[in-house]
C-alpha cells in the first residue's frame, strides 16, 4: 500500500523556469521527507518537514505542508538541466516510523 | 566516509537459486534497511533494524530474510530467487527512526530468470 502519491507523474519545463511537484497522502503523520533519484543511482534526501510546519527552504527548494489538506508540494525555482531526475516523497504514517515512498515524479529539466 | 555500500551492482539469478545482497554503512547508524524500487512503484520496504540483533519486517517480506550481527553489516538473503523478485534493492541507514534523513546505497540490480 502507497502512502504518498506524487503529481505529476511526469514533468517536462525548460531551464531557468520553476518545477512543481505536489505529494498527497492518506493518513495523519509525523514527518514528511523529499528525496531526488538520479537515472541509476540511490536516493538522496532534500528536505524534511515535520508536521507542525508549514513550509521550508533549502537553496532553491521549497517545501510546503497542508496537513488539512494531506498534501505537499515541492518547488524547484530557476531549475537546471542537472535537476533532471525522479523526485520522491515519503511519509512516516505506516509500519511505525518506518517512511513509505510514493511512486515519484520524473523531472526533466530541457536545456 | 564511504557512506553506505552494496555489492554486488548487477546479478542475474536462476528461478530457486538462492544469494546474499550485501550492505555496509560507516557511519555508526542504528538504523538500517532494505528496499526493492519497481517500475512505477516507488521504493517497498523489506525489512529494517533498529540496532544489532533487532531485525522486523517491513511491507513485503516474503522470500526474504535479513539478521544484524553488526552495526555496520544488514544482509539480505533471498532464500530461494523467483522472477518476481527481479527489482532493484537499495539498502539505507540513518541514525534513528523517524525524523531522520536516509542515507541510500547504489543498488543492486537483480535479474531473476
Known amino acids: 500500500s502507497q502512502q504518498g502519491e506524487e503529481d505529476p507523474q511526469a514533468l517536462s519545463i525548460q531551464e531557468g523556469e520553476n518545477a512543481t511537484m505536489n505529494c498527497s497522502y492518506k493518513?495523519?503523520?509525523?514527518?514528511l521527507q523529499w528525496y531526488r533519484q538520479n537515472s541509476g543511482r540511490g536516493l538522496v534526501h532534500l528536505i524534511l518537514?515535520?508536521?507542525?510546519?508549514r513550509e521550508k527552504h533549502s537553496g532553491r527548494l521549497r517545501v510546503t505542508l497542508d496537513t488539512s489538506k494531506k498534501s505537499s508540494s515541492l518547488l524547484i525555482t530557476a531549475s537546471r538541466a542537472a535537476d533532471t531526475a525522479s523526485y520522491f516523497c515519503a511519509t512516516d504514517a505506516e509500519y511505525g516510523q518506518n517512511f513509505v515512498f510514493g511512486p515519484g515524479t520524473r523531472l526533466s529539466v530541457l536545456p | 566516509n564511504a557512506g553506505v555500500t552494496q555489492t554486488p551492482k548487477f546479478q542475474v539469478l536462476k528461478t530457486g537459486q538462492s544469494m546474499t545482497l550485501q550492505c555496509a554503512q560507516d557511519?555508526?547508524?542504528?538504523?538500517m534497511s532494505w528496499y526493492r524500487q519497481d517500475p512505477g512503484m516507488g521504493l517497498r520496504l523489506i525489512h529494517y533494524?533498529?540496532?544489532?540483533?533487532?531485525?522486523d519486517q517491513g511491507e513485503v517480506p516474503n522470500g526474504y530474510n535479513v539478521s544484524r550481527s553488526t552495526t555496520e553489516d544488514f544482509p539480505l538473503r533471498l532464500l530461494s530467487a523467483a522472477p518476481s523478485q527481479t527489482s532493484v534493492y537499495f539498502c539505507a541507514s540513518s541514525s534513528g527512526q523517524g525524523a531522520y534523513e536516509q542515507y541510500f546505497g547504489p543498488g543492486t540490480r537483480l535479474t531473476v530468470t
Open positions: 493518513t495523519s503523520i509525523n514527518n
Open positions: 533494524s533498529v540496532g544489532a540483533g533487532i531485525t
Open positions: 557511519m555508526n547508524h542504528e538504523y
Open positions: 518537514i515535520r508536521s507542525n510546519e
